[in-house]
């Protein structure tokens, strides 16, 4: 079974969200940047004191290690993501991409860093390509959810 893992741009309603896909799904729930961040107990900390290299390594085992868990739904940031893709591109993955448009994503008001619009329809562009892309207008976690679910079920029927 393909291991799932969603991602999206707006990390903390990508997050909330992928919680509630994993419970529609009775999976397991996973947000792989906390987890790296527990097990080194303060990511930045190690890396302002130990360095990149030491940092890298810590990062791959933890992500390694959290890619082994069974019947885990899991979220990834863009960035974790990116700087990991040699490890991903070794596993078999079903990518979900939570889209929300420039617009909305400013209107969520979290706490993420600003991105521009050149850097947004990069990033956008490339998540479209590689996975299920679920989009809605309305910004609310439960239905996005739900469209998730759907596409999902839909995916597994499909390769059957």
């Known amino acids: 079974m393909k291991k799932k893992v969603i991602i999206s741009l707006a990390d903390e309603f990508g997050s909330k969200t992928s919680e509630i896909v994993a419970s529609d799904l009775d999976m397991f729930f996973l947000k792989?940047?906390?987890y790296i961040d527990y097990n080194?107990?303060?990511s930045k900390e190690v890396l302002s004191r130990c360095g990149i290299e030491y940092f890298?390594?810590?990062e791959t085992k933890f992500l390694n290690?959290?890619?082994?868990?069974?019947?885990?739904?899991?979220?990834?940031?863009?960035?974790?993501?990116i700087n990991n893709q040699n490890i991903f591109e070794k596993i078999d993955c079903e990518y979900i991409y939570i889209a929300l448009s420039l617009e909305q994503l400013k209107n969520l008001n979290e706490k993420t860093v600003a991105i521009n619009s050149i850097a947004f329809e990069d990033r956008d562009k490339f998540l479209r390509t590689i996975s299920l892309t679920v989009k809605s207008e309305i910004l609310v976690k439960k239905s996005f959810?739900?469209?998730?679910?759907?596409?999902?079920?839909?995916?597994?029927?499909n390769n059957f």
């Open 145 to 157: 959810a739900n469209k998730i679910v759907q596409k999902i079920k839909k995916q597994n029927q």
């Open 32 to 34: 792989v940047d906390d």
């Open 56 to 58: 890298k390594k810590q």
């Open 40 to 42: 080194m107990f303060n």
């Open 65 to 81: 290690e959290a890619l082994g868990f069974i019947n885990t739904l899991y979220y990834i940031s863009y960035d974790l993501f």
